[in-house]
């Protein structure tokens, strides 16, 4: 695909934090064009001085292809392709911002992961609500973190859409030598994955920080599997999915690398900071904070249990000792182990 000839470009990547600007550095890579926009006027004019993002992704310079804009009407109005890279609490917002803006079938797409906040609703069907059924929509998902896209890393990740050219189209914009790019009609799925895997990392995280070692983190992140995957067959979502880069793949990244927000305020809880202290010292956006609240939410409205989210919630909003939550989940009715989806864990 060319950037000169394809309806495709310039993609506008809406974000300028280090996933979205990573994203926009991975487009161009490959010779496409590609304009970045933030909400930070003095971050973005501090992009266009070093050509880089300092603040996320310090000593990398972008693609000739890749420019700052800060101009959102213009940046909308032109784009040929939108990507948005924003915390799940301001997805909305954004999409209501771009609806008035947007030429019509232009497609969209985003690395957001999680719910919508107060609803529960899952992206993908707030973005079809809000933008209607001119536009097709995809979501990118799986096991990446942003410098090491930016650095230009092996990486595996997975673009879901219903719109299979779109999908393909993206994905082709995407794949390099590097950046393998695989695509899926679940949209479900993928959403499902790469939402519950941050509640289950702040787990792991906590498991950590009190110290209870390996054997415990792998028992947190296979029955944390099990949740999901009770979870996705409530919903109608493909098994298969949860068993790919978006399922397993994301979630064992999230739970094991400390690279991960969810992990880092895991062990800064596990360690004894309060919840306030432990998302200072983490200093960014934690998706798995709103997403316990929602995903519990879902679980209960579908009649499952999910008892490793649940203590996560509890520990977060309910003022739960670490140590007391983890005895709750060991002190759990003995079972056979092969009932990940059955309704009970």
Known sequence: MSSQTSPFFPTVVIGAGAWGTALAIAIARNGHEVWLWGRDEKHLDEMQATHSNERYLPGLAFPETLRIIPNFEQAITEAKHILISVPSI????????????IVDGVPVSWATKGLTPETGRFLFDTAAEVLMESHPLAIISGPSFAAEVAKDLPTAVTVASLDETFAQQLASAMHSSTLRVYTTHDVLGAQIGGTVKNVLA??????????YGANARAALITRGMAEILRLATS???????????????????????????????GLAIGRGLTIEQAMAEVGKTVEGVHAAREVLTRAKQAG???????????????????RDSVQALLCREQKPENNLLTSKN
């Not at 702040?202 to 110290?211: P, V």
């Not at 490793?308 to 520990?315: D, G, R, S």
């Open 90 to 101: 301001a997805f909305s917002e954004i999409l209501q911002k771009i609806k008035p803006l």
């Open 202 to 211: 702040i787990a792991a995280g906590i498991s950590d920080g009190l110290g």
């Open 235 to 265: 919903l109608g979502a493909k098994t298969e999915t949860m068993f790919g880069l978006s399922g397993i793949g994301d979630l064992i990244l999230t739970c094991t690398d400390d690279q991960s927000r969810n992990r880092q305020l």
């Open 304 to 322: 499952i249990e999910m008892p490793i989210v649940e203590q996560v919630y509890k520990i977060l909003f309910d003022g739960h000792d670490p």
